[in-house]
C-alpha cells in the first residue's frame, strides 16, 4: 500500500480551512430548504383539503351548520349538514325548516334572541344561502338563563 505524501496531495493530508467550514454548512442550508418546502408543501394541502372539503359540500347541495353556546347545550349538538333545494334558499327557509322539527327546536330558535351568520358575516332571514356555506347559530342568552 502506496503512502500519501504532502508534497504530492496537499489537499488530502492538510485540509483547506475554507474547504471544510463551506462542507460543515451543506447540512445546514439543505435542512433550512429542506424545512421550508415541508411547511409550504403543508400549507398547500391543508388549504386544499379545506377547499375540497368546501367543494364537496358545493357538489352536494349541502350546507354546514354549526351551533354554539346556549343553542348547542340546548339542542345537544355541534354541527350538522343538510341539504338544500337548488333554487334560491333563505336564510328564514332554513330556520323554519329547523324549527318544524319541534319541542327544544321551536324554544331554541325563537327569533327574539337567536344570532345567525353566513360565512362568518352577520345574516338577515332574507339572506340567500349558497351550496357549501358555513351557518352559525347561536343565542344571545346565557347558558345559566332559563
Known amino acids: 500500500m502506496k503512502e500519501f505524501s504532502t508534497g504530492r496531495y496537499p489537499n488530502f493530508v ?10 460543515r454548512g451543506i447540512p445546514r442550508r439543505l435542512g433550512f430548504h429542506a424545512g421550508g ?9 391543508i388549504k386544499a383539503l379545506f377547499q375540497s372539503f368546501t367543494a364537496s359540500l358545493a357538489s352536494r347541495h349541502e350546507v354546514e351548520i354549526m351551533y354554539s353556546g346556549r343553542t348547542s347545550e340546548s339542542l345537544m ?7 338544500i ?5 333563505t336564510l328564514g327557509q332554513l330556520l323554519c325548516s329547523l324549527y ?4 327544544r327546536w321551536v324554544d331554541e330558535l ?11 358575516r352577520d345574516a338577515s332571514l332574507f339572506d340567500t344561502i349558497a351550496p357549501g356555506a358555513e351557518i352559525c347559530i347561536s343565542s344571545r342568552k346565557s347558558v345559566f338563563e332559563t
Open 37 to 45: 418546502a415541508i411547511s409550504n408543501l403543508s400549507g398547500r394541502v
Open 110 to 120: 325563537d327569533d327574539s334572541h337567536l344570532m345567525c351568520t353566513v360565512n362568518g
Open 77 to 83: 349538538m355541534t354541527s350538522e349538514r343538510m341539504v
Open 85 to 89: 333545494p337548488t333554487e334560491r334558499y
Open 100 to 103: 318544524k322539527r319541534g319541542d
Open 14 to 23: 492538510e485540509p483547506n480551512d475554507a474547504l471544510i467550514t463551506a462542507v
